[in-house]
C-alpha cells in the first residue's frame, strides 16, 4: 500500500519493474503487471495518495482541485509569441490516478484514422484494429436508463456492442440534467450536425450526448486511482510508494549492444535521496511534460540542451521534448435566459451549500455530473452552404520545401493531418457547452474557469483536434524539482488560425439555433461581458485573445522510427538503451481527436501485453 512503507523500505528492495508515475498509464500498467505474483512492482509517485479524497471523487468538484498543488501540477506555458504573450495555465494530476483523478471526465474517443496514422509513420503493429481489444478491456460502460436516453436523445447514437464490459474504468450517462443538456443533440440535429453513429467506433460525426467516468451506483469519480490500484492494492508483490519525485534513470555501467541498460530510478522523498534497482526494466509513466524530463535529466536528449545544463551527454536524441502538440480551445459566453440553472450560481454560498448537501445525502444535483454534451465535426461540415469548396488558407504549405527536405518525419505528419483536416468523414473540431461563464485568456485556471460578471452564463466551446503547430518541453536545469520550459507554440501554424476562425464562426451559429437559441438571451445574440459578436474580420484576435488549452498534450516520446522524429520504438523502448521505455500520451506521433484518457488507458493495456511478450522473450534482457 502506498502508506504502508517507508523509502527506505522500497529503496531497500529489487523489483523488477519500476515505473515512475502513478497516473493513468503507470497504474494500469502496474496492475497488469502484477497480476502474475511471481514479478514484483513499484510505482513511484510524486503526489499525494488522495484515492479517497471527497474533491477527487466527487464529479462536480473538479475545478476545485486545479491550481492546488495538493492535487495538481499548475503548470505554466512560456508566454506565447503568436497569442500576444499571453500564458496558459495547464493543470495536471499530482497523485495517484494522475489526469485521469483532476479532469473533466469525458469519455470520448479517436478516430479509426487518428490511430492507422500512426501505423503508416512507420510503426508496425499499431492500427485501429489492433487497439480495438484494448479499449474493450479498459471500460465497463452502463447503459442509460429509459428516461435519459430519452431527454438526452441517446438512442439512436450508442451501440453497445462497441462497448466493454468488464473493464476497471466504468462510464456513464447523466442524471441530473436540465434542458440545455437536452437541446445541445436535437441543436445540432436541426442544422443537419445529428451524429450518424456511436463516436466510439471511431468514425462517427455529429453532435451528441457523450459518456462521463462516473460510477452510477455511487455517482463517484471513476479513475485510474479506484479503478486499477484500489482493488488490487494489497498484492503483495506490489509497492507504491508517494510523495517520491522520480530525478533521473540510472543504468548499467556496462553496455549491452552499444546500448544503455536500464537498471533502476533515483528519486527524491521527505529530503533525501534514494536510488531503487530495477532487475528487468524502468517504465516512465510521467505524462508527457513529465517523460521527457526524465529522460534529459538521465543523459537522453539534445547535446545542446544536455551541456547547456551541464548533463553528461549519455545518448543524443534530438527528437526528446520535442512535437509537442496540444488540444488549443477558444470560447465564447452567452448570457442564459432567466430561471435556467449554471454552475455560476454557485457564487452564492447558499446555492453551493444546498448542492452540497443534496450530493452527501443521495448522490444528486449538480455535483453528481461532469459535462457530456459533445460534437465532433470535420472541416467542411462547419463550412456555410455558400463556400463548401473552402480550403484553409496556408495548409498546403505548412512547410518550405527546405524544412520539408530537411525533416521529413515532420513533413510526413504535416502531411497526414492535411489530409484529415480536408477530411469530410474526419474531425476537425470538437465543440462542447460549459454551463459556467469563463473568463477568457486567464493563465490561472481557477479564474479562467469562473466569471465575476453578475448573472448566468454558458460557455460554447471550440478545440482544434487535429493542429499544425509544434512546440517543445525541456528541461531549463539539472535539477529535478525545476519545472521544464513548456512552449506549446499555439498558432505557430498560421493555417491553425485560419481553421479556428472557421469553427468559431460556426460555433456562433450553433448558439443561434433552435432549440438552443431559445434558451440564450436574446436567442444567442447576448453575450457574457468580454464576449462579442464575431465576424470574418475580428474573429482571428478573438483567438489570439481568448484562447486556452483543453489540456491534452502529448507527443514529447515520439513513437516513431529514429531517424523520423522518433523517441521510442514501435514497442515503446526508448531508443539507444535497454529496458527503459515510455508509456503515456507523450508517445502519441500524432495527436487524436476527443478526449485523450480513453486513448491513455488503451495504450497502456497494449504497452502491458509488450512488455509481457518481451519478457517471455529473454533475448529482450
Not at 508517494?242 to 536500464?262: S, Y
Request: aromatic fraction near 8%; include cysteine; proline fraction near 6%.
Amino acid at each position: 500500500m502506498a502508506s504502508l512503507i517507508s523509502p527506505e523500505a522500497f529503496s531497500s528492495f529489487q523489483y523488477d519493474y519500476v515505473i515512475a508515475g502513478g497516473g493513468t498509464a503507470g497504474l494500469t500498467i502496474a496492475n497488469r503487471l502484477s497480476e502474475n505474483p511471481q514479478i514484483t512492482v513499484a510505482i513511484l509517485e510524486a503526489g499525494q495518495s488522495r484515492i479517497d479524497d471527497f474533491a477527487v471523487l466527487t464529479p462536480g468538484l473538479a475545478p476545485t482541485t486545479w491550481n492546488n498543488d495538493s492535487y495538481d501540477w499548475i503548470f505554466h506555458t512560456t508566454p506565447q509569441t503568436h497569442l500576444g504573450g499571453h500564458v496558459v495555465g495547464h493543470p495536471r494530476g499530482k497523485l495517484l490516478g494522475g489526469s485521469s483523478a483532476i479532469n473533466a471526465l469525458f469519455w470520448t474517443h479517436a478516430s479509426q484514422a487518428d490511430i492507422n496514422d500512426w501505423g503508416k509513420l512507420g510503426n508496425k503493429g499499431w492500427s485501429w484494429k489492433s487497439l480495438v481489444p484494448y479499449f474493450f478491456k479498459s471500460e465497463t460502460y452502463v447503459a442509460p436508463g429509459p428516461q435519459t436516453a430519452k431527454d438526452l436523445d441517446i438512442v439512436s447514437e450508442i451501440d453497445a456492442s462497441l462497448h466493454g464490459q468488464h473493464g476497471p474504468v466504468i462510464d456513464s450517462f447523466p442524471e441530473f440534467y436540465g434542458s440545455l443538456q437536452e437541446a445541445w443533440p436535437r441543436t445540432y440535429k436541426n442544422l443537419g450536425l445529428g451524429v450518424d453513429g456511436d463516436p466510439r467506433g471511431g468514425l462517427a460525426l455529429g453532435g451528441f450526448t457523450n459518456p462521463t467516468t462516473i460510477d452510477p451506483k455511487t455517482r463517484t469519480r471513476s479513475h485510474a486511482g479506484v479503478a486499477y490500484y484500489k482493488p488490487i492494492a494489497g498484492r503483495p508483490n506490489l509497492h507504491v510508494l508517494t510523495e517520491a519525485l522520480v530525478e533521473k534513470v540510472l543504468f548499467d555501467p556496462r553496455r549491452g549492444r552499444n546500448q544503455l541498460i536500464a537498471n533502476g530510478v533515483k528519486f527524491g522523498a521527505k529530503g533525501r535521496h534514494y536510488v531503487v534497482e530495477a532487475k528487468k526494466e524502468v517504465i516512465l509513466s510521467a505524462g508527457t511534460f513529465g517523460s521527457s524530463k526524465i529522460l534529459e535529466l538521465s543523459g537522453i536528449g539534445s547535446t545542446k540542451i544536455l551541456k547547456k545544463n551541464n548533463i553528461e551527454v549519455l545518448y543524443d536524441n534530438e527528437n526528446v521534448g520535442e512535437n509537442l502538440q496540444d488540444h488549443a480551445l477558444v470560447p465564447l459566453g452567452f448570457e442564459v435566459v432567466d430561471g435556467l440553472f449554471t454552475t455560476d450560481a454557485f457564487r452564492d454560498p447558499k446555492v453551493l451549500d444546498a448542492a452540497l448537501a443534496a450530493y452527501l445525502a443521495n448522490q444528486t444535483g449538480p455535483l453528481s455530473t461532469g459535462t457530456y454534451s459533445s460534437a465532433l465535426l470535420s472541416y467542411k461540415q462547419m463550412l456555410p452552404t455558400s463556400n463548401k469548396a473552402k480550403i484553409p488558407k496556408g495548409i498546403n504549405n505548412v512547410l518550405t520545401p527546405k524544412q520539408a527536405a530537411a525533416d521529413p518525419g515532420l513533413a510526413h505528419r504535416v502531411e497526414l493531418t492535411r489530409l484529415k483536416t480536408l477530411e469530410p468523414k474526419e474531425s476537425s473540431a470538437q465543440q462542447l457547452i460549459i454551463l459556467a461563464g469563463l473568463t477568457p485568456g486567464d493563465a490561472n485556471v481557477t479564474k479562467l474557469f469562473s466569471t465575476e460578471s453578475p448573472g448566468s452564463y454558458v460557455t460554447l466551446a471550440a478545440i482544434l483536434e487535429h493542429p499544425f503547430s509544434r512546440g517543445s518541453v525541456h528541461i531549463q536545469s539539472s535539477d529535478p524539482t525545476v519545472y521544464p520550459v513548456i512552449d506549446p507554440n499555439y498558432l505557430g501554424a498560421e493555417v491553425d488560425l485560419e481553421i479556428f476562425a472557421d469553427i468559431m464562426l460556426h460555433l456562433q451559429t450553433v448558439a443561434r439555433a433552435e432549440p438552443l437559441a431559445s434558451l440564450l438571451k436574446g436567442k444567442g445574440h447576448v453575450y457574457q461581458p468580454g464576449y462579442f459578436e464575431l465576424n470574418e474580420s475580428n474573429v482571428r484576435e478573438h483567438v489570439k485573445k481568448a484562447l486556452s488549452s483543453e489540456y491534452h498534450p502529448c507527443g514529447t516520446c515520439a513513437m516513431s522510427p529514429r531517424g523520423k522524429g522518433g523517441v521510442v520504438d514501435e514497442r515503446l523502448r526508448v531508443y539507444g538503451t535497454e529496458r527503459l521505455r515510455v508509456v503515456d500520451a507523450s508517445i502519441f506521433p500524432l495527436q487524436a481527436r476527443a478526449n485523450l484518457v480513453s486513448l491513455t488507458y488503451a495504450i497502456a493495456e497494449k504497452a502491458a501485453d509488450l512488455i509481457k511478450e518481451d519478457a517471455a522473450d529473454n533475448t529482450h534482457y
